[in-house]
């Protein structure tokens, strides 16, 4: 019996999975380090360790050439240290600081413990001498100040333990190498697009949290996703473009050919459609946000504002206050609106949600969260930095932040209206409005540059002509002039003007439809694709819309001249 009994426990200590050494690595330094005193100057109080790691593979081509394709290893840290204690510390300090800092390079790949040992402890010491000094600066620049209360700087946290399997990339690098060719040849037949390129880009793994709370997390992080880009010139030099995106949890997931096919000789139609339109005209009145464009624009606008940015101590250096910011308890939204962020809902009707998750980068648990109650803000989303008249997370801490914290973002953010019509009568109604108020035309919007793929250029023109104003939104792609007698004609060239989040207390009527919008947030403005070190899943499930009052105007500033000579033939 004892043979039997010793033959079962070794069957099992063969079975259990071996120990991670990154883990064991981040536990052990951090378990250390949280020791640490040194003579005159603060102890840290909390530390806290992040690894992303994840296996990547991206390929791209252009009308049936490929252009790149790679694979790789990604770990990248992210070492935070705080000195001081939970309501005064190191962080939210925009003045200048130094700091001693070694340079560790590339962070390494190999699960080798005592390399990893030996590069945590080089990152911390450089995190703690940094914070050492920005204390001491930020005490003198505090002895300036006269605030009677200040918000803590850090709030507790419940200890959690989630040690889950990292994602595996599995993916066939020759079959999707392939077929990204086959769809990039698509645009050869559209001789108006003038560049195009489909991307795909798989990357399978997760990351790592372990605090000096006692919190360790191992949590699987996948996504893939399927780009096409493409740009096209009408005859006054003005420079269009499109993107189509495609989302999943792993390449597996992502549509077929054929369906890809589809969608992607429908935008080179449409580019080629928007070369050959008239230019849109100044307007003011109802714009219907139809389809897709219903989701983008409550993404855009509803989704960014419900993230409080804490103003930094020292200065106002990349501060950008939401502007939601003092609304708590007023009305945002129509009566018959409400939004729930909801991470824990894996699926709906039947759909995978991009944007679940488990637990955040702080290693806090989401739970479902009312944002929005009969049209009243009820809520922000929130991580571990107190702000004004909140002092806990609710665990939406998605992206690194600046000062030393953490930036919030949503999950799955549901938008839903107890009052609805067909969505097939949002048409007709806003015809309706425009006979009514003698308007010779209305608008339609189906479809948003958001995330946006606009060129940098394209990007600073926004943000610094008067059209761009202090939050400016993403221009629409497929934007059309709906006539009294129901014709429709596509225009081009316009921008929104004083588009914010106080427009959506002006939606007139929902539709009874919902569309799911998948995108990856980034934090940059207007989640420009591409522009952020750092992607989070998001996800917003909403109905089309008809807002009041809404101007466009059209795009004024100089344009690029026409090539010089036609392209070539793409025959051989």
Not at 207 to 225: F, P
Not at 249 to 259: N, R
Not at 474 to 502: A, C, M, Q, W
């Amino acid at each position: 019996m004892l043979a039997a009994v010793a033959a079962a426990l070794a069957a099992l200590a063969a079975d259990a999975p071996a120990p991670d050494p990154v883990l064991a690595a981040m536990r052990d330094e951090i378990a250390r380090s949280s020791k640490l005193t040194v003579s005159n100057l603060d102890a840290p109080y909390f530390i806290q360790y992040v690894i992303d790691q994840g296996d990547a593979f991206s390929v791209s081509a252009s009308l049936g050439g490929l252009l790149a394709r790679r694979r790789s290893h990604i770990r990248e840290p992210e070492i935070s240290v705080r000195v001081g204690d939970y309501k005064f510390d190191n962080t939210n300090f925009a003045g200048r600081v130094g700091g001693t800092r070694y340079d560790l390079g590339r962070w390494p790949l190999d699960d080798s413990y005592p390399v990893l040992r030996r590069y945590l402890w080089l990152a911390t010491d450089s995190a703690y001498k940094s914070a050492v000094e920005t204390i001491s600066r930020k005490r003198a620049a505090r002895r300036n100040l006269t605030e009677s209360s200040p918000t803590d700087d850090f709030s507790h946290a419940q200890r959690v333990e989630y040690v889950h399997e990292l994602g595996r990339l599995a993916i066939d690098e020759n079959e999707w190498a392939a077929r990204v060719r086959t769809l990039s040849a698509v645009f050869a037949d559209y001789p108006g697009v003038l560049d195009s390129r489909v991307e795909l880009d798989a990357e399978a793994g997760g990351y790592y949290v372990v605090n000096s709370e006692g919190t360790v997390v191992r949590a699987a992080e996948n996504a893939s996703s399927l780009r096409a880009r493409a740009v096209a010139q009408a005859a006054d030099g003005m420079v269009l473009h499109d993107a189509v995106t495609f989302l999943a949890l792993d390449p597996a997931h992502l549509p077929g050919d054929a369906a890809l096919n589809a969608v992607l000789r429908e935008m080179a139609q449409n580019l080629e459609a928007l070369a050959k339109a008239p230019k849109g005209e100044d307007y003011s009145g109802p714009v219907l946000f139809e389809g897709a464009a219903g989701p983008q624009i409550f993404a855009e606008l509803l989704g960014r504002s419900l993230a409080l940015a804490r103003k930094p101590e020292g200065g106002r250096a990349g501060f950008d206050a939401s502007q939601l910011e003092g609304r708590l308890g007023g009305r945002v939204l129509p009566e018959s609106f409400d939004a729930v962020d909801d991470p824990t809902q894996r699926e709906w009707r039947g759909r995978l949600l991009f944007g679940s998750y488990d637990v955040d980068r702080e290693g806090v648990r989401p739970q479902p969260l009312t944002l929005v109650e009969k049209g009243v803000l009820k809520g922000f989303l929130l991580t571990r930095q107190p702000v004004h008249g909140f002092s806990a997370s609710n665990g939406h801490a998605r992206l690194p932040g600046p000062y030393g914290a953490a930036t919030a973002g949503i999950g799955n953010l549901f938008i839903s209206s107890s009052e609805t019509i067909p969505a097939g009568d949002l048409k007709k109604k806003l015809i309706e409005l425009v006979v009514a108020r003698g308007l010779a035309y209305g608008i339609v919007v189906r479809k948003m540059d958001y995330p946006s793929t606009a060129s940098l250029d394209e990007l600073r023109r926004m943000f610094t002509t008067a059209e761009g104003a202090a939050h400016p939104v993403s221009s629409p792609v497929l934007i059309y002039k709906v006539y009294p007698d129901g014709r429709e004609e596509l225009v081009r060239g316009l921008r929104f003007r004083g588009l914010n989040v106080r427009s959506l207390k002006d939606i007139l009527v929902a539709g009874d439809d919902n569309t799911v919008f998948d995108y990856l947030d980034n934090g940059a403005p207007l989640a420009l694709v591409g522009a952020g070190n750092y992607t989070t899943e998001s996800c917003v499930v909403a109905p089309s819309i008809i807002i009041d009052d809404v101007e466009l105007h059209p795009v004024e500033e100089e344009l690029p001249k026409l090539p010089v000579a036609p392209p070539p033939e793409m025959a051989h």
